[in-house]
């Protein structure tokens, strides 16, 4: 790849659409009645249905299309009364039928929106071409000695696919429109956004154009990104690779990629003149999807929170910043949480709201990635605490030193912040000619160091605080200390 310089790089403007496909949390697979979900029994969760067998009728699942209108009203699409199923042809050894059921002309979901933001408080609407239904195929396990093996408990789990509007113009968008659809789909409900596992996966359709063009360039497809890391760097590999192209008098072809992580590029996979011609006819085993208005109002007042109305929410309601709001609204649960922490503080202040999301974003963030789990699973952290501990430390008891050992008890042995703080004896020492005793001891045989401290080294003041903190094991109101030593030491 040859290196673009930034000038010619601005020449040109990238267009972009992505094609995800969510897999659905459903109890069952689409069109017959096993269980959906992961086994690691490969083809323990397979019937003669999803595997095709002659003579039997797939069934759709009431739930696979609520799914899909959910998602649908979520993103402002137009519901579509009546749909077909369609029959997509191809041979592949993981596809036993020889077709997946899916929708073509007439998808469940059309002409949405959905809105991103692309840098806090600038936003971007992406326009929704499509939603439909479809099935999954199953998996090859290639490379296993010299066997191919196949795996049919994916097969028939039910899908949506969510196609874009060409609307996108940078990798960066493209990352957070990703991001933002993860997000919409886990408040929903309706698929846990799990990219490594492939619980949604994302194909990149790119191409660029001279800046002021108003006709796209040629594009080509970028299959399974398996990561929010690899959809932003296969893309921007592949915008310079259509820019050097074109720069070097050459011409992009339409021609299918992938995205090959070892080596960091992108790589043919087949071009337009292999592409399958796939025979779509409408599946005749079902019959057509109806929807009905009650259904769709049914579902409608189903809708929660959506992930940007509870953002701005959040910043309005407690007064935190954006940045702020923007984590705790990343995953619904510690957003929940943080509400639920405010909800108990003994004083609704702003600046209480603040502590609850410093200490939601640090401590309780750090805990929760060191032990790999959600917030909806961490048993040992419960708001009622977490509020103990910010009303101690607002209200001076405890400095924000102890504020972490009290946590730290808590989260290890379950320990209540009060009762922690009232046994141990560590309220702060607030006391004004207390905290006057503890600075003059600390002071004590420091004369040398006061003096340098007289004669201009400010930066000796830490060293003070450090010591005065140290002779009150932690426990001086630090406020008073730093007022007291400047007194004593003037
Ligand atoms: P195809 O017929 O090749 O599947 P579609 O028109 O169905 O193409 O579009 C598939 C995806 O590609 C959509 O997400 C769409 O937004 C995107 N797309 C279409 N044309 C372009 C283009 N010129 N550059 C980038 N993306 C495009
Ligand atoms: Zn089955
Ligand atoms: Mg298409």
């Known amino acids: 790849m040859p290196d673009i310089s930034p000038e010619i790089l601005a020449k040109y403007e990238p267009v972009i659409g992505l094609e995800l496909h969510a897999q659905l949390l459903t109890s069952t697979k689409a069109f017959c009645s096993c269980k959906a979900g992961y086994s690691d029994i490969p083809n323990a969760t397979v019937c003669p249905i999803c595997l095709g067998h002659p003579g039997t009728l797939p069934v759709v699942n009431t739930k696979h299309v609520e799914m899909a209108v959910l998602l649908g009203l979520a993103t402002q699409c137009s519901i579509r009364p ?32 959905v809105t991103i933001e692309i840098e806090e408080g600038s936003m971007k609407q992406i326009g929704i071409t499509r939603i439909h239904l479809e099935e999954d195929a199953g998996k090859s396990l290639h490379d296993i000695d010299i066997d191919t093996l196949v795996d049919f408990n994916r097969a028939g789990m039910p899908l949506l696919e969510i196609v874009s509007e060409p609307d996108i113009r940078s990798a960066a968008e493209a990352y957070r429109y990703m991001v933002t659809m993860r997000q919409l789909v886990r408040y929903l409900g309706i698929c846990d956004g799990n990219l490594e596992e492939g619980s949604l996966r994302c194909d990149a359709n790119v191409s660029v154009r001279l800046k002021g063009n108003s006709v796209f360039g040629t594009k080509t497809e970028i299959k399974n990104l398996n990561s929010f890391r690899n959809v932003e760097k296969a893309i921007s590999y592949e915008i310079e690779r259509h820019i050097a192209l074109i720069e070097s008098g050459g011409e992009v072809r339409q021609v299918t990629m992938q995205w090959d992580a070892s080596a960091q590029c992108t790589k043919e996979m087949r ?40 953002k701005l929410r959040l910043q309005q309601q407690y007064g935190i910043p954006g940045y702020d709001a923007g984590i705790l609204t990343e995953d619904k649960d510690l957003a929940l949480f943080f509400e639920h922490t405010c909800s108990l503080l003994s004083v609704q202040s702003k600046e209480r709201f603040k502590f609850v999301s410093n200490w939601v974003l640090t401590e309780i963030l750090k805990i ?111 406020r008073l200390v730093n007022e007291l030593l400047t007194q004593h030491l003037q």
């Open 368 to 478: 929760l990635s060191e032990r790999k789990i959600g917030i909806a699973t961490a048993e040992m952290i419960q708001p009622k605490a977490i509020a103990e501990i910010v009303d101690l430390f607002a209200d001076e008891k405890i400095s924000s030193k102890i504020a972490k050992e009290v946590f730290a008890e808590y989260v290890s042995n379950g320990i209540s912040p009060n009762e922690y703080v009232s046994q141990k004896g560590l309220m702060q020492i607030s006391d004004r000619e207390e905290v006057e005793r503890i600075v003059l001891s600390a002071l004590e045989g420091e004369e040398e160091n006061i003096e340098k401290y007289r004669s201009g080294k400010n930066n000796l003041m830490g060293y003070f605080i450090s010591k005065v903190m140290k002779v009150s094991g932690g426990k001086a109101n630090p």
């Open 82 to 113: 009546i749909s077909a199923f369609a029959r997509k042809n191809y041979f592949y050894p993981d596809l036993s039928k020889g077709y997946q059921i899916t929708q073509f002309d007439d998808p469940i979901c059309y002409q949405g929106n």
């Open 271 to 310: 071009s337009k003149e292999q592409a399958h011609d796939y025979r779509y006819f409408q599946e005749p085993d079902l019959g057509y999807v109806r929807i009905e208005e009650q259904m769709i109002d049914r579902k409608r007042s189903q809708l929660p929170e959506l992930p940007l109305a509870m």
